[in-house]
């Protein structure tokens, strides 16, 4: 597609549900990352994919978060038994990784999470 | 990977050059600096990437020093449209995650 996109953009959810946040990148970019954003505050590294395997797992708060990505395409973010915390926006960005050592990351408009 | 050191904020005036001096002492060889501007509500956009020396393009100015631990972004002539977070980040290459840290937020006041 033409940018990354990201569904829902608007997710609200009862604490204890599980929640899939999903993220489709720029066709033929090999590396994809999700970032979370609370309220006011900076980007915090999640994870991310090269291909379909997840060299760098090491943001994910607990394990009640996991991701995965599938025909080097489309990845979903799942969290288990949100808490309150879980509450930002998440946001998917995608590069064409490789050997291109400049990257440039193109990010999606996220996913707006509020656990009631 | 690199860490980068940037202000908190900065406030500006319309039509005045803005400077963001960001730090990165541990910089490696093949690391690249790279700059992302974040308005409210959305994700970061790249705004211009470097090596050495000076990048300029239609929107902003990259000056890096010969020892490359410190990068200079250069706004000119800013507008009410350049409040936004902007992000200093180092090191983009293979299998090495993009790390942005907390970034300055930029108010420009009429």
């Known amino acids: 597609g033409a940018g990354v996109s990201q569904s829902p953009s608007n997710k609200v959810t009862e604490k204890g549900k599980d929640v899939e946040l999903r993220c489709d990148p720029i066709s033929g970019h090999t590396a994809l990352y999700w970032y979370r954003q609370r309220l006011g505050q900076g980007l915090e590294f999640l994870i991310y994919f090269q291909g379909n395997s997840a060299p760098d797992k090491s943001g994910l708060p607990s394990d009640r978060f996991s991701a995965e990505r599938t025909g080097e395409s489309v990845s979903t973010l799942t969290i288990q038994r949100t808490q309150q915390e879980d509450s930002a926006v998440y946001l998917c960005a995608s590069s064409l990784g490789g050997q291109v050592l400049n990257t440039e990351a193109f990010f999606g408009q996220g996913t707006r999470l509020t656990v009631v | 990977l690199a860490k980068t050191t940037q202000p908190i904020s900065m406030d500006s005036y319309e039509g005045q050059e803005v400077n963001i001096t960001c730090s990165h002492n541990?910089?490696?060889?093949?690391?690249?600096i790279t700059w992302y501007q974040q308005f409210p509500s959305q994700g970061p956009r790249f705004i211009i990437q470097g090596y050495k020396t000076k990048v300029t393009n239609e929107v902003a100015s990259l000056f890096i020093p010969a020892d490359r631990k410190s990068s200079t972004l250069s706004l000119p002539r800013v507008s009410l449209s350049d409040t936004a977070v902007y992000y200093c980040l180092v090191g983009v290459r293979l299998r090495r995650a993009l790390t942005f840290g907390s970034g300055t937020r930029l108010q420009v006041q009429p």
């Open positions: 541990n910089i490696a060889t093949n690391d690249y």
